[in-house]
Each structure stands twice: as structure tokens, then as C-alpha cells.
């Protein structure tokens, strides 16, 4: 049990047309900047 690793698998699809983050009510929303965050945030 010792050899155990932790796999997270994080999927997104159709990003092609959502590059730049948008304000909705008052909070960004959307982006390749918020998900590549996103990524960091899971990765530590």
C-alpha cells in the first residue's frame, strides 16, 4: 500500500471560443487564465 499514488483527472472541452475570462454579476467567469489557476491550485 505504500507504492499508492493519488490520480486526479481534471477534463474540459470546447475552449476554443472562451479564451478570455468575462464579468458575470460581479465575478470572472470563463478563461484559459482561471483554468490554468485552476490547474495550479490542484497540482499543489
Not at 467567469?29 to 495550479?40: C, D, F, H, T
Request: hydrophobic residues 35%; without cysteine; aromatic residues 4%.
Amino acid at each position: 500500500m505504500k507504492n499508492l499514488k493519488k490520480l486526479v483527472i481534471l477534463h474540459s472541452n470546447d475552449l476554443h471560443g472562451d479564451f478570455t475570462a468575462e464579468q458575470v454579476d460581479e465575478k470572472l467567469v470563463g478563461g484559459v487564465s482561471r483554468l490554468s489557476g485552476y490547474v495550479n491550485k490542484v497540482r499543489s
